[in-house]
């Protein structure tokens, strides 16, 4: 068990290390999430006070953009010399590999949504100071459930045709739970609402989702690193 | 043999079906609010039910496919989901028309459409990944996944569309489930019969074909090696 | 029988029927596709016993 944790721990720094030295995926992802950001605002022409009602749905609508980005390179980077064949190969636990990759892509994504949140409150006007400890723990939440699935099917369609296509057409049907109630939770605190009474059934939801989601993934994910 | 049993399903539903329309539009009394748009539950609901059988039978074949490595899993599963795909549209479809006569709108994002409609848009994300699989048996492993994670996804899409804020703005109408009088379960009881004949007798069908196709793509394997 | 609203039935009774008919042609005709392409086959892999 100790082997395995020390091998996702290997992987995730690996993995860590190779993007922030490129910086390829971060940069893609966080300069598309500015341009979306962008892109909404021309497309939303709302005054101040009625964008409070759909800068959660906006915000997040951004971060699963970005996230699909992010997750797409999970697997596929072992794709080059076989070394997804290696890996598979080896004596690391397929949950290793899985939790390892899932780890790194979850710490990318949150960077690139912690850089899109100062440009988002910059161009909209919005406070996003308030209730910051309840808002990091509702971005940690989704996004822990967007890369555990996305993740799961980097696996799955690494070796599929068009995968930048597949991957995404897979990915946002499956969590649009997740971002309905991530939605629905940074809306509530954005408009400086108490996250109480009926508003935890978000996090709740939010919750309920990581876990499903990551028992399903660590424990299927071995039918899926087959040679 | 298959493919007896598979046209006196057919017929035996086809059979159902006429006689149950019958007795829709002849022996019932009329609802007293909709008038005769209300007869459309025979089919809009028995639908809904057929597929969500269907779409259970697929997750336990899924799940066995993945235990047993037996392709005859995988052929089943897909036979299963691509019908119950083709009810959930039915059920779509005739839902919105019926809303379109009662509510005055075609679409509103309440809670039965909705979990419906991500039903629909789930499993056509499965029915459009699994060509782009080559290999058959990564083709098959990856499909039952795909499967049992879009399964899981179905209670969570009912329990976020139930959330407090989430799609107030429209009325939640009722469709009168579970309040019918007591006349209308036989005729109900014989649509779903109908519908459930009619079905297997099409996953028996789109089952002899992926039976034939992986015989196709072993005679060719055989073919290119020789 | 009060018959308002009968278009809308028609309408939807059609929908469906047209749906399922439309599915069942699609799999009869990727049936023929099948077998045709089969019985190829089956026969090219004879004549190869043969020879």
Not at chain 2, 101 to 110: A, K, L, R
């Amino acid at each position: 068990m100790t082997h395995g944790f020390r091998t996702a721990y290997a992987i995730a720094r690996k993995d860590l290390r190779t993007e922030l030295r490129t910086k390829e995926s971060l940069n893609a992802a966080a300069s598309f999430a500015v341009v979306i950001l962008v892109l909404f605002s021309f497309a939303f022409p709302l005054e101040r006070d009625e964008f409070y009602a759909i800068s959660g749905g906006l915000l997040w609508l951004v971060y699963s953009f970005a996230g699909a980005l992010i997750v797409n390179r999970g697997f596929a980077r072992e794709l080059p010399n076989d070394c997804l064949d290696v890996l598979i190969a080896s004596r690391a636990p397929g949950w290793a590999i899985f939790l390892g990759k899932a780890v790194a892509a979850f710490l990318l994504l949150l960077i690139v949504e912690f850089i899109c949140l100062p440009v988002f409150g910059l161009f909209y006007n919005i406070r996003w100071t308030d209730s910051f400890g309840s808002l990091v723990l509702v971005i940690v939440l989704a996004t822990w459930g967007i890369t555990v699935v996305g993740t799961a099917f980097s696996a799955v369609t690494v070796n599929v045709r068009v995968r930048e296509l597949m991957l995404p057409v897979l990915l946002y049907p499956m969590i649009i739970p997740l971002l309905i109630g991530a939605m629905e939770a940074t809306t509530v605190l954005l408009s400086g609402e108490a996250m109480a009474g009926d508003n935890l059934y978000s996090l709740q939801l939010l919750v309920v989702f990581d876990v499903i989601y990551t028992a399903l993934a660590l424990y299927l994910i071995d039918y899926v690193l087959v040679v | 043999m298959r493919e007896k049993a598979t046209y006196l399903l057919g017929a035996l539903g086809a059979l159902v079906m006429i006689s149950n329309l019958h007795t829709i539009f002849v022996g019932l009394p009329d609802d007293a609010l909709q008038g005769m748009i209300f007869r459309i539950i025979f089919i809009h609901v028995p639908a809904d039910l057929v597929a969500d059988l269907f779409f259970t039978i697929a997750l336990v074949t899924s799940v066995l496919f993945l235990a047993r490595k037996n392709f005859i899993y995988d052929s089943i599963t897909v036979a299963c989901i691509e019908v119950a795909t083709m009810l959930i549209l039915v059920n779509l479809v005739t839902g919105s028309i019926w809303g379109r006569n009662q509510w005055g709108v075609w679409w509103t994002w309440d809670l039965r459409l909705t979990t419906q409609l991500m039903k629909f848009v789930l499993y056509m994300s499965y029915l459009v990944v699994r060509p782009a699989i080559a290999e058959p048996t990564q083709k098959a492993t990856m499909s039952a996944i795909i499967a049992i994670f879009a399964y899981a996804d179905v209670p969570l899409v009912w329990m976020a569309i139930r959330l407090p804020n989430v799609r107030t703005n429209h009325p939640s109408p009722v469709m009168g489930n579970g309040k019918m009088a007591a006349v209308y379960n036989a005729p109900f009881g014989m649509g779903m019969l109908a519908l459930l004949l009619i079905g297997s007798a099409l996953v028996l069908l789109r089952l002899h074909q992926e039976t034939s196709q992986r015989e196709i793509d072993s005679l060719r394997r055989e073919l290119h090696a020789a | 029988m009060d018959i308002t609203n009968l278009k809308f039935l028609f309408y939807g009774y059609s929908a469906a029927w047209i749906i399922i008919t439309a599915f069942v042609l699609l799999l009869v005709s990727r049936g023929r596709r099948i077998d045709r392409e089969l019985a190829r086959l089956r026969a090219l892999v004879e004549n190869k016993e043969r020879s």
